[in-house]
C-alpha cells in the first residue's frame, strides 16, 4: 500500500493548503470571538456571513465533500489519501466545515450514502452534501460504558406500526448548533437477540416531540458553541403525522447485526 502523497492528491493538497492560508485562517479567530455575541448556540449575522464566503468559494474551486472516499458522489481519493487532508483542515476550526468535512456530518453522510433509502437521501443527504444542514449522531449513554456498542440501553419499541423511543444520550456532538436538524440515534430494538444483534439505527429528526437537550456538556471546561456536545432525552418519540419521512421512523438498519454494522460505518 501506498501511503505517500500521490500524483493524484499532490495538486489537491496544495490547493487546500492554499486556501486554508489564505481564506480560513484570517477569518477563524473573528469567527470566535463572535460566540456569544447573541445566542450562543445560533449563527449571529457577522459567523453566518464568514462561514457562508468560506464554502461559497471553496464548492467554486471544486474543494467540497473529499471525505465520501471510494463513492461515485465523492472526490475518488482513498481513506489514505484522505487523511492528508484531514490533517490540513486540523489546522483550524473553520476549515473542515468550509470544505464541508465536518464530523459528526461526515460519518452521517457516509453512512445514509451508503445505507438509506432513496427518499431518506432526499430529504436528507441532499441537504447534507450541499452544506445546507448539520446532524449528529446519537450513541453515548450516561449509564453505560458506551465505547462498547453493545452496551447501548436506549430502547425502540414498535407500537402501532410507530417506533417509540425512551433513553437518555450524552456528548452528543453537534446537536446543540441551530441547524442541526437529523440525528442518527442508537437504539436496542432487538433485545431478545444475541448480544450483537440487538440494535438499530433510526433517523431521528430534531423537532420530533420528545426530544429534549438537557444542557451542554463541557470539554477540558469549554462547550464548544456553537456546535456543542449535548446531555439529551429522548422520551416517548413517535412518529409525529406532519413529518414529511419514509414512513413512520424509518431505520437505517434494524436489529440482526446491520445495527451495529451500521453503526461501525459512521464511526
Known sequence: MDIGVTDRLRPLLDAVRKFI???????????????GNGDRWSLNERQAEILEELKSAAREQGLWNFWLTDSEQGGGLSTVEYAYLAEETGRCYLAAEAFNCSAPDTGNMEVLERYGTSEQKKQWLEPLLNGEI????????????SSDATNISTSAVLEDGEWVINGEKTYI????????????????????????QQHSQILVPMDTPGVEVLRPMNVFGDDDAPHGHMHMRLARLRDSPGQARAGPYPSLYEGNRHGRACAEADV
Open 21 to 35: 492560508d489564505d481564506r480560513v485562517i484570517p477569518v477563524d479567530e473573528e469567527f470566535l470571538t463572535e460566540v
Open 134 to 145: 448539520r446532524s449528529a449522531y446519537a450513541m453515548s449513554e450516561p449509564d453505560v460504558a
Open 173 to 196: 456532538s453537534g446537536a446543540g448548533d441551530a441547524r442541526c436538524k437529523i440525528m442518527i440515534c442508537m437504539v436496542r430494538s432487538n433485545p431478545e437477540n444475541q448480544r450483537h
